[in-house]
């Protein structure tokens, strides 16, 4: 495997000087978190994906969620206050981001954007997130998230 990119993800860690790990993979199309967790030998509910979604007034949002879960989108929109919560075409997602999908970071994100993140992830004692690359993750302690963004913990996992 090559070098581990430079990218925005990366440079806000390193700025807010939070201790991390490179994790580089073959990345597999539509492979999603059960790919990169069985490349890197971790639980897949470590591995954490970034989603992003929009409200009925087509406001970005992203939501964090444990790579074994899925999003309830109906108590996502209800904790949020919003009427209804919906995945972003995948194109309108790369906008915002500034990331290709396969390859989103909650971190150094093109646009601000409200952050969600399941509220179990802060239980587990470190997560794997995107890097801002595919093929590319960060290892850090899910408190650090917290450190380096505005996060709002929700309960919205399906089992």
């Known amino acids: 495997m090559s070098k581990a990119p430079s990218t925005n993800a990366t ?3 390193r700025q807010a000087g939070i201790p991390y790990t ?4 073959r990345y597999e ?3 999603g978190t059960a790919v990169s967790a069985r490349e890197l030998g971790v639980d897949e509910h470590a591995v954490i994906k970034t989603l992003v979604m929009e409200d009925e ?3 970005p949002l992203i939501i964090l969620m444990h790579g074994d879960r899925e999003v309830s989108t109906k108590e996502l929109a209800r904790q ?7 995945p972003c075409k995948p194109e309108v997602a790369n906008r915002h981001s500034g990331y290709l999908v396969g390859g989103t970071s909650p971190l150094g994100t ?6 969600h993140a399941e509220a179990t992830i802060f239980d587990l004692p470190r997560i794997y997130l995107n890097g801002g690359s595919r093929g590319f993750l960060v290892g850090l ?3 650090d998230l917290e450190r380096v ?3 709002k913990r929700v309960s919205v996992a399906l089992p």
Do not use: F
């Open 29 to 31: 199309e539509h492979g």
């Open 141 to 143: 302690d899910p408190k």
């Open 11 to 13: 440079r806000l860690l």
């Open 80 to 86: 949020i206050g919003a009427k209804a919560v919906q």
């Open 149 to 151: 963004l505005t996060v």
């Open 57 to 59: 007034r087509a406001a």
């Open 22 to 25: 490179e994790h580089l993979y």
């Open 110 to 115: 093109k646009k601000a954007m409200p952050i």
